[in-house]
């Protein structure tokens, strides 16, 4: 089992940018795929990335291409999700991740991880 932390969520403007990250602590960091997920008022829980366990290549949502980037560091166990461009629709509670499954596919799907953190609140004004 994986316990993960959120930070760096809060209130923005329109346009800025914030940087979630993600600490993990348990077993080996590296073996597990992250992912970011994102749940707004009133709306379903959606997928917005996921960066592999191996190769670390990345996937992202459509509504997020070009302005979000997923990134991980090994050594220090951390997740990162990089927002820039945001909309007062990327209001939510942003929760990240892990699971162990390798195909691409299926990390886009929230039933495929196991682990989860508690959520940080971001908040996007116009």
């Known amino acids: 089992q994986v316990q993960l932390v959120e930070s760096g969520g809060g209130l923005v403007q329109a346009g800025g940018s914030l940087r979630l990250s993600c600490a993990a602590s348990?077993?080996?960091?590296?073996?597990?795929?992250m992912g970011w997920f994102r749940r707004a008022p009133g709306k379903e829980r959606e997928f917005v990335a996921v960066?592999?366990?191996?190769?670390?290549?990345?996937l992202y949502a459509d509504s997020v291409k070009g302005r979000f980037t997923i990134s991980r560091d090994n050594a220090k166990n951390t997740v990162y999700l990089q927002m820039n461009s945001l909309k007062p629709e990327d209001t939510a509670v942003y929760y990240c991740?892990?699971?162990?499954?390798?195909?691409?596919?299926?990390?886009?799907?929230?039933?495929?991880?196991?682990?989860w953190g508690q959520g940080t609140q971001v908040t996007v004004s116009s």
């Open positions: 991740a892990a699971t162990s499954a390798l195909h691409l596919t299926i990390l886009t799907t929230a039933t495929s991880y196991r682990d």
């Open positions: 348990g077993r080996t960091f590296s073996a597990y795929a």
């Open positions: 960066i592999r366990q191996i190769g670390g290549s990345t």
